[in-house]
């Protein structure tokens, strides 16, 4: 049962451009949300974080969205690089310590120069 | 700087054989440990998780085993692979006493015939 779930396997955008990811959780007791972002032949890293007490966290090129009614949140990447493309995991936690964080199945991103 | 370093690779195993896949982390002291499994079109399921020497919570019932002889050291087994068995497993560390940023090792692709 799928509790973080990422309905996009892929998304195709032009280098400049808005790529926007999605990412649909159903557990209410949710309280923290992260994004991975992993290349081939490597593990995945972080990229960035929010608190279910904000609904925007931003980070340069990077801003996460949050949006509890909904239980959804995105990552918006603005312009989209060529270095960007990867594929990106949502992963959402109910408390602090990361033993029950869980993840989506993951979007391809694939920026085109 | 901490650096996590996962092996091997990649392995190709015959069903029925046994496994090892080891995992270390350099630059810290007392890490949470985890072993994470992503199978084709899944999303990252959390496996083992250590948060000392000895000590292992098993998320999900199956046919692998983990272990932590030493506090930077994470070993997953298994005594009979099955064909269900294959994927790409991922070792993570996050700091110790909760924290729900996870640090990956680059994987390993196991692929069990």
């Known amino acids: 049962d799928q509790q973080v779930k990422q309905n996009s396997p892929s998304l195709s955008v032009q280098e400049g451009r808005i790529s926007i990811l999605n990412c649909d959780y159903t557990n209410s007791m949710f309280d923290y949300f992260l994004w991975y972002k992993k290349y081939p032949a490597e593990g995945p890293t972080f990229l960035i974080s929010?608190?279910?007490?904000?609904d925007k966290n931003e980070d340069g090129r990077f801003t996460v969205f949050l949006n509890k009614s909904a239980k959804h949140l995105s990552l918006h990447i603005v312009p989209s690089q060529p270095g960007d493309s990867a594929v990106y995991f949502c992963a959402a936690s109910g408390r602090v310590g990361a033993n029950n964080l869980f993840f989506g199945t993951g979007t391809r991103l694939t920026v085109i120069p | 700087s901490q650096t996590i370093h996962q092996w091997p690779a990649t392995l190709v195993q015959p069903v029925g054989s046994p496994l090892s896949l080891e995992c270390t982390v350099e630059?810290?002291?007392?890490?949470?440990l985890y072993w994470y499994r992503q199978a084709a079109g899944r999303g990252l399921q959390l496996l083992f998780y250590s948060v000392g020497i000895g000590q292992i919570s098993s998320e999900v019932p199956q046919n692998l085993s983990a272990s932590r002889p030493q506090d930077r050291q994470f070993i997953l087994s298994s005594k009979k692979l099955l064909l269900s068995d294959s994927g790409f497993y991922l070792c993570?560390?996050?700091?110790?006493?909760?924290?729900?940023?996870?640090?990956f090792g680059a994987g390993s692709r196991l692929t069990v015939l």
């Open positions: 929010i608190s279910s007490i904000k």
């Open positions: 630059g810290t002291s007392n890490p949470n």
């Open positions: 993570a560390w996050s700091v110790g006493g909760g924290a729900n940023v996870l640090t």
